[in-house]
């Protein structure tokens, strides 16, 4: 197990090279988007901006005490 956690990338590694928001309008399908009720404010803001920028896209209630 511990050569296993060892062997990840360093933290932050993981990111994209390239930032994915330029290209939601590329998003093919139907997609709902949803957050917590106790997420932070620009969570809540990101999730309306996918949602409104997605082609077919839409944004559903919060879900209630997760965050």
């Known amino acids: 197990m511990i050569g296993t956690a060892l062997r990840v990338a360093p933290v932050g590694a993981n990111l994209d090279r390239a930032p994915a928001y330029g290209r ?3 998003v093919a399908v139907p997609t709902l988007v ?3 009720d106790l997420d ?3 969570i ?3 999730s309306r901006h996918v949602a409104a920028t997605v082609p077919g896209g839409s944004w559903g209630a919060a879900i209630e ?3």
């Open 34 to 36: 949803i957050q917590g």
């Open 44 to 46: 809540v803001s990101r």
């Open 40 to 42: 932070f404010p620009h």
């Open 24 to 26: 939601l309008g590329e």
């Open 65 to 67: 005490r997760a965050g």
